[in-house]
């Protein structure tokens, strides 16, 4: 770690006389005199042996699904063909076993992080996104809705928002589209649409190669704007960029489907960087932009908006809208617009990794029913808006955002895993500590429901 990063924000507790030079401190005291935290010279080790265990895990994961044909990868082109040979068929127990590995590798990473070099750091993460990114999509067939959505547009003249992917089932891609969408017209903003339409253009091999990159270089802005964040926040950016750059939530399940919610944390946290550097106008335009690829971070703006009270960010934020519906209206029609309609369509579906699902069952019930999809919506409004409140108290709007966006992944009853990574890059700027707990502690329990598996009795 340079000298520049071990030095006291503005405004923390000097460094005591008694303290090496250099040394981290923990509220005034260095690291070596606290029992949770080993010294300063085996953190970097032990750090850095951590981040090669993640990659380690990564590189197993990557080979393996890109030997043979495995359930856990989904039927698409053989992109990673140059791979084959490299590893053995993954199975659930390899990939278990390396994703419960790779957490272990992940949270001794943050546990060891202050005393992480910058470059180490940034060059873990980098390597964990270019393993995944040379490998075969991974856990989820939703990349390919993505490319058939934009080929229906450009090479059949057909409007996404009004037509599912079975209406060009002759299409390339439509083998690989998922059989529950093969109906359903794009939930997506008119943003990522049409950034979908030039990739189409490529081929299905070309556009599936354009999707990978631009999850990657997504994920890896998201990344780059939490720690421009962090240093603007006076903080050491080390810990807050490994919380996120080598979370199995964000690598195998994010970056290994190349989700397009990479694309809207992006754009969202350009919004909560530029709002933090006092540019309030265009960062309520990006985080429009962001809303725009996928509805869900909108609900951030109105916390900033009651947080700072600036006549800018409602300006940027109104004219984004302005400029956004009447492109949007122009290309796709009103259809692109009904927001509220997707939403409500994809709040329909039950996943067996929500929380309401596993919770119905705990209580002897088959599944969630509509009612409890109407408590849960209930719910999730009154705290939204309990937050609101505080926020206009004066809570942190970072923490009251990061709050919400958590709200919203536990009680909805459609939970991905790369949805709970919505309010992570809030959570680790917020001075509320409890929230990153609260954060870290969901995403805990689903890789412990992921790797169940591992320690249940065979019959």
Not at 285 to 293: E, G, L, P, Q
Request: net charge positive; with cysteine; glycine share 10%.
């Amino acid at each position: 770690m340079s000298q520049t990063d071990l030095r006291p924000a503005p405004g923390a507790a000097p460094v005591p006389a008694h303290a090496a030079p250099g040394a981290p401190t923990v509220a005034g005291r260095p690291w070596g005199r606290l029992t949770l935290h080993p010294s300063l010279g085996v953190a970097r080790v032990l750090g850095g042996v951590f981040l090669a265990g993640a990659v380690a895990c990564t590189l197993l994961i990557v080979l393996d699904a890109a030997a043979a044909k495995s359930p856990l990868v989904p039927r698409q082109p053989t992109i990673a063909r140059w791979l084959h040979g490299a590893g053995s068929m993954l199975d659930y127990k390899t990939f278990l076993f390396a994703l419960l590995a790779m957490t272990a590798c992940y949270a001794g990473a943050v546990w060891c992080s202050r005393a992480v070099p910058d470059r180490v750091a940034i060059g873990a993460i980098v390597l964990l996104h270019l393993v995944m990114l040379i490998g075969p999509v991974l856990l989820s067939q939703d990349v390919f809705q993505y490319i058939d959505y934009g080929r229906m547009g450009t090479l059949h003249g057909l409007n996404p928002y009004t037509h599912g992917p079975a209406a060009v089932h002759t299409d390339g891609v439509f083998r690989y589209v998922g059989k529950v969408w093969h109906f359903t017209p794009t939930v997506y903003g008119p943003v990522f649409t049409l950034l979908s339409y030039p990739l189409a253009l490529l081929g299905v091999d070309g556009a599936l190669w354009g999707m990978k990159v631009l999850g990657v270089a997504s994920s890896l802005a998201t990344i780059t704007f939490v720690w421009l964040c962090a240093r603007r926040l006076g903080r050491n950016p080390v810990p807050s960029a490994l919380l996120i750059g080598v979370n199995p939530l964000l690598i195998i399940y994010g970056v290994g489907g190349s989700h397009n919610d990479l694309l809207m944390t992006a754009l969202m946290m350009a919004g909560v960087w530029l709002v933090i550097r006092d540019q309030d106008g265009r960062g309520g335009a990006a985080i429009v932009a962001s809303a725009a690829v996928k509805a869900t971070s909108a609900v951030i703006l109105p916390f900033i908006l009651l947080g700072r009270r600036r006549l800018g960010l409602v300006s940027g934020s109104v004219i984004a809208v302005v400029v956004l519906t009447l492109v949007s209206y122009a290309i796709f029609g009103a259809h692109s617009l009904d927001v509220p309609s997707a939403l409500k369509h994809q709040q329909n579906f039950v996943s067996s990794d929500s929380f309401p699902n596993e919770i119905a069952h705990l209580l002897g019930y088959p599944g969630v029913f509509p009612v409890d999809r109407l408590l849960l919506r209930v719910a999730s409004v009154i705290g939204a808006l309990w937050l609101m409140w505080r926020t206009w108290r004066g809570y942190e709007w970072i923490s009251a955002a990061a709050w919400t966006l958590l709200l919203v992944a536990v009680t909805t009853t459609w939970l991905l895993p790369w949805y709970l990574l919505w309010g992570l890059p809030l959570a680790v700027l917020s001075r509320d500590r409890r929230v990153l707990w609260a954060t870290a502690a969901v995403s805990a329990l689903f890789i412990v429901h992921q790797t169940a598996p591992l320690f249940s009795p065979t019959s």
